[in-house]
């Protein structure tokens, strides 16, 4: 290895100076300040903490709410748009008189919806249709008569109400009523009552306890009623009741408690839809306990951190200071071009050595890609000036101007205005060697002035399109689909005396980007594409055309990895499918005017 040159040496001994010094200043603003700012990280440790608990539990008990909320705001909700549906209303009264037939059809689709209510909704649930008109009841898969009086005391408006039901169970019951607005009970023409057990909220609160800090219940604070599932403390009721009553609970909120000489956080959060509130109270203390406890454990560790400072200091310096100096003085080295002398060689199995081994990899890889992408340069200049050179044909152009020669005689001026115009186009984009990347619908414009011109000359062309606008904002090289179609009408199609029958299309399609060029030519076996393929992955050859193998070339290197073309035998025009392929780049490319 040479010698260390005097910049070299200067900027190794700066690189020490600050580092190491910087490791001394490191261990020592660590440890003199941890002891200095304990006291005050210990008092904001106990309000961080509160502040999680109160977030997280606030958090926890809105879901919930909103959560009973949407359960039971579907149940009420169904209960209002039944009073609109035309069976309902035909069973209300509002209809003329129905056979018996009739009558059983109503009842079946009325229950029918029930049931389905019932199987969808996240709650078990009952619903009864009450006519007021005809005094009769739809319940159960049964129709009975009732008393409408019956009803007077139990039915309030638009709010959820508890009490027993018939068999005794606690349910909540709710009532929608046509019309919405009534004065005394006969103004009523129909009462939809719905009702769900009290056991659907006590299941709901235990699959909440299962997962909270605390216990969790249902409270009204306009009864002092309280609902809790099965892990609910029971023992606690006695204590948190009158603590309760003597509150008066906004929307949400919290507050601090205390029962058995044990200190607990409160939440509360209203479920809007019941008026009721769900509780919720934490142990405070209970987790807080830790952190008093660990006071000791810190104090004894920031001694043992003292005794293992200074020999720290000293290992830092030899196990990372010096590898550090040895990786930085090589990295100079690759700065300034050398990539020969910069080997780095260790000792020991550690990270370093996995660097060094790293770092060797990389200028060797550096140096080989240096050499493959000066290789791909020339491949590709090779490869844009072949393409260049197979459009400045000169048979072409002499053809071309044989063709205005002649019209002129002919006095055809339109046929040679035309054909003057489309040649100009033609080599005013051939020529324009500054762009390497157009839109897609550029390249498209310029095939069609390729295909007007061979139109003139001699072949008639039934042409077709297929550009979607997702692809118009697609970039491609440059005379891409031109000689596809050139070589398409020269080898497939004029040899079958056939009318030229063309189809391009472009689409974007599972991430690619996919370009299609059928023709009705006289296609090619599945050999013939099985060697086509073969022979366009190896480099060019006297015998191998230049036009499909400088295509693929070109989509290779501009969109790297994947892109290529692909031969088929067409099924829509019973010739030749070339598909040209890529991953989708989006629409960077360079700018084209």
């Not at 009741?241 to 058995?260: A, C, K, T, V, Y």
């Not at 390729?450 to 550009?467: A, N, S």
């Amino acid at each position: 290895m040479r010698p260390y040159s005097a910049v070299e040496r200067q900027e190794t001994a700066m690189f020490r100076h600050t580092i190491l010094t910087k490791m001394i200043l490191v261990i020592l603003l660590f440890l003199v300040p941890a002891l200095l700012l304990y006291a005050y990280s210990n008092r904001t440790s106990v309000k961080v903490v509160e502040d999680l608990i109160h977030h997280s539990t606030k958090k926890q008990l809105h879901f919930f709410s909103r959560q009973m909320d949407d359960s039971v705001n579907r149940l009420s909700d169904f209960a209002v748009s039944m009073t609109q549906d035309p069976n309902v209303r035909q069973f209300m009264g509002y209809s003329f008189i129905r056979t018996d037939y009739e009558e059983v059809r109503l009842h079946a689709a009325i229950l029918e919806k029930l049931d389905l209510n019932n199987i969808s909704s996240a709650w078990p649930s009952e619903t009864a249709i009450y006519s007021m008109l005809e005094k009769r009841m739809l319940a159960k898969s049964t129709v009975q008569p009732f008393e409408p009086g019956r009803l007077g005391s139990k039915i309030t408006s638009n709010e959820w109400a508890s009490r027993r039901d018939e068999d005794g169970r606690p349910s909540f019951f709710y009532y929608a009523m046509v019309p919405a607005v009534y004065k005394k009970l006969e103004d009523l023409h129909m009462v939809i009552e719905v009702k769900f057990p009290q056991h659907n909220i006590e299941n709901l609160l235990d699959q909440f306890a299962s997962a909270s800090n605390g216990q969790v219940f249902l409270y009204s604070s306009d009864t002092g009623q309280i609902i809790s599932g099965k892990r609910y403390m029971r023992s606690h009721l006695r204590e948190l009741e009158p603590q309760l009553h003597n509150r008066e609970l906004s929307d949400s909120g919290n507050f601090r408690i205390r029962m058995s000489n044990i200190s607990y956080e409160l939440y509360y959060e209203k479920v809007s839809s019941l008026g009721w509130h769900v509780v919720e109270y934490v142990p405070v203390e209970t987790i807080l306990q830790p952190i008093r406890s660990n006071q000791v454990q810190f104090y004894g560790t920031m001694l043992l951190l003292l005794a293992v400072a200074v020999g720290l200091v000293l290992m830092l310096y030899r196990n990372v200071q010096q590898p550090i100096l040895k990786l930085i003085r090589n990295i100079e080295r690759v700065k300034q071009g050398n990539y020969v002398n910069t080997t780095l060689s260790g000792s020991g199995d550690n990270e370093f050595q996995y660097l060094f081994d790293r770092f060797n990899e990389m200028t060797m890889e550096i140096r080989q890609l240096i050499e493959k992408v000066y290789e791909e340069r020339l491949r590709s200049r090779d490869a844009t000036l072949k393409q260049l050179q197979s459009q400045i044909n000169p048979h072409f152009l002499y053809n071309c101007l044989s063709f205005i020669m002649n019209m002129t005689k002919l006095k055809k001026h339109d046929d040679v205005v035309m054909m003057t115009y489309h040649l100009s186009q033609y080599y005013r984009y051939v020529t324009r060697i500054e762009v390497e990347t157009v839109p897609l619908p550029v390249e498209i414009e310029f095939t069609k002035h390729y295909l007007k011109i061979t139109q003139l000359r001699f072949v008639q062309i039934d042409m077709e399109y297929d550009i979607p606008d997702s692809v118009k904002d697609v970039m491609i090289p440059k005379l891409l689909i031109q000689p596809i179609i050139e070589n398409a009408i020269k080898h497939g199609i004029e040899t079958t005396g056939e009318p030229v029958r063309l189809h391009i299309s472009a689409f974007r399609e599972n991430g690619e980007v996919r370009i299609i060029v059928e023709d009705n030519g006289v296609g090619i076996t599945a050999d013939k594409i099985a060697d086509i393929a073969e022979r366009m992955q190896q480099p060019l050859g006297s015998d191998m055309g230049t036009g499909l193998w400088n295509i693929n070339q070109r989509l290779q290197m501009h969109f790297g990895e994947g892109a290529g073309i692909e031969l088929f035998e067409s099924t829509e025009l019973n010739g030749l499918k070339i598909v040209l392929r890529w991953k989708d780049p989006g629409s960077e490319a360079d700018h084209y005017d």
